[in-house]
Structure formats: C-alpha cells, structure tokens
C-alpha cells in the first residue's frame, strides 16, 4: 500500500489549520521518516486528533519567508507548534522578536528548534544541546575522551554543531572532553557565532574554527586530527544538498567515531568513512538515534507531555521509529 502524500507547505501557501496541527519547518519535509512515524508515535502517545505539516523553505531563506511562518503559527488557533531543523539559526535572527518567550539556551545560542505555545504565548525554545548530547551518551564509548585524550571535529557550523560544541565543552564534564575542539564551516559568519556561544558559555577549552569554503580544506583538519577522534558531519550535506564535506582523498584517524547527523539522503560521508572502516578501524554512526531524541524533545515540549529519555517507555518509541525504516 502506498503511503499518502504528505502535506507540505511553503511560505507562500499557509492557510489556517482545520485541525489541531504540529509543523515540521525544514528544506525537503517531504522525504522524512517523521512522515511515518509520528503518527504511530502520536496514538502511543494519545495525543489525540493531530495532524503533522511540513513547511519547506529555501536555506537561508530571506527573513520575510520566516517571519511570515511564525507570524500564521502564533495566530493560527489550532496551529500548535513546530519542529525547526536546518533553519534554526536564520529562523530565529529574523523573527525573534515575535517570541512572546525565549528559553536561556535559545538566547544563549542564538538559536530555536522548538516553536511552542502556551496560554496564548509563542515559546521558542532550543532543545539541540539537549537532543545531541542524548544521542552523543547513546554511541560514545563511556569515558572516551578521558581514555583516547582525543579530538572533536565538526564540519559544519550550524545550530547542530553550536550545540554539540557546547555540551562536549562543558566542564561538568570533567576530563572527560576532547583536548581540542575544531569546527570548519564554508562561510565566516557562522563560525563567528559558535565562537561567540562559546565564550558566552564561559568555556575554557580552546576551540579552532576554521573557513574551509573548499572540501580540500576539510581533508587537511581531518588529516591532522589524532586517533580517535569525534568527527562528525553537521554541514546536511548529504540530505539537504547532495554530497560530503569530503573528497575522495579523505584519510580519518584511526579508531576514529565517524557520525553523520543525517539519516536520509545520499550519505556521501557515512559512505566514505565504510570505505575506510576496516582499515582504520572507524566506528561509524548515523543520525537515527539524533532523529528520534530531537524529535521526542520537541514533541513532549508542544504537546506539554512527559516523554522519558530511555527505559521501557522510550524504547517502545525507538521500536516504532525502527518498524518504518527503508
């Protein structure tokens, strides 16, 4: 049986919702695997009678295309939130003012990926340090950095890599952080931003940003990481465009954890680290279980639910999130 066509919208094309209705706002909602699974998520649930909607937008997209998205979210009566993913940054530089609340994350990070109300009021709150550093606990090796003294590489600037810089940062961690923290991006004002998060954040390990706005810049930061290393894909090279941050040439540590934030798409960079997993003797992880934690935040945060974080309960969710892979 084939699945129904999902519901999309652009910014030219909302109208006001006939039922109550939870927005994905990202750049090709369409192809998602939130398409299948929030509706078994949402009977588990019992979140009742909800419709998920996606909105896509162009990356960086102007400011009058997000404002005008917020704008029918926050006064559309049974439009009751959303999901914002590629966009959290711009989304929120163009229409933080139309926040009536701003949690400290999201202030801090310059960044939203939830969009909430409650009594009227539109939240916008930044679940990603949250999300990332859930599914970093899932794979990372416990005490890894303590025991390898290794490297954080990031490709990739965005909301994602800001706060996954911020958690493995933090010094609650103890020792057990990476020596050296790295973040490439194709385009300076971005890495300006992490930076500035990161001083704001009262972080003492020092962070390298560096403008690779060529992929060969990347193979060279990755050449040099030490073995071990945390390398992860955050640029949505693979799923919101085709391609890696990588070239051919590519040479990853050894015992490196190589992690696509991505799950869909063409995957260039999980398929480059594979091809050198034996040899180098990589893990490589994918972005399903990111997926399914930055989901369930937003979700319990709309809906005002509880959802737990693991146990029997959250399994049972990964379980009907596993059912609908392809």
């Known amino acids: 049986m084939n699945d129904p066509a999902p519901k999309t919208y652009t910014w030219q094309s909302l109208h006001p919702a006939a039922r109550r209705t939870f927005y994905f706002i990202g750049v090709t ?41 917020v704008e029918f979210i926050k006064n559309d009566p049974l439009s009751l939130g959303a999901l914002v993913t590629t966009h959290k940054i711009d989304l929120y530089n163009a229409a933080k003012d139309l926040f009536d609340e701003i949690d400290p994350l ?3 990070m310059s960044e939203v990926s ?19 550093g859930l599914a970093i606990e899932a794979f ?8 390898a003294g290794t490297d954080l590489v990031i490709f990739g600037a965005g909301g ?4 996954i810089d911020w958690y493995l940062s933090d010094p609650r961690r103890a020792g057990n952080r990476p020596e050296q923290i790295t973040v490439t991006n194709r385009s300076r004002p971005r890495l300006d931003t992490l930076e500035a998060v990161h001083r704001a954040a009262g972080r003492e390990l020092p962070v390298r940003t560096v403008l690779a706005d060529r992929p060969e810049i990347n193979d060279e930061v990755l050449a040099t990481a030490r073995p071990g290393s945390l390398v992860i894909n955050a640029t949505g090279l693979g799923k919101d465009a085709p391609g890696s941050p990588l070239t051919d040439e590519r040479r990853f540590p050894e015992r490196a954890i190589a992690w696509d934030l991505n799950y869909r798409g063409d995957l260039l960079f999980l398929d480059q680290a594979r091809e050198q ?6 893990q490589v992880e994918d972005g399903w279980i990111y997926f ?24 049972e969710l990964s379980r009907l999130a596993g059912g609908t892979r392809r």
């Open 29 to 69: 909602t369409g192809s998602s695997s939130i398409r299948r699974v929030f509706p078994l998520w949402a009977e588990h649930l019992e979140l009742g009678d909800v419709e998920l909607v996606g909105i896509d937008l162009a990356i960086h997209a102007p400011d009058e295309h997000y404002r005008t998205v």
């Open 106 to 108: 999201a202030t801090l």
């Open 114 to 132: 939830s969009l909430s109300k409650r009594d009227g009021s539109l939240r916008a709150d930044a679940k990603d340090p949250i999300s990332s």
């Open 140 to 147: 990372l090796p416990q005490d890894h950095f303590t025991q």
């Open 160 to 163: 994602s890599a800001v706060a």
């Open 277 to 282: 997993q034996l040899d180098r003797r990589l």
């Open 292 to 315: 399914i934690h930055g989901w369930t935040q937003v979700i319990a945060e709309v809906f005002d639910v509880e959802i737990p974080v693991s146990g029997p309960d959250f399994d």
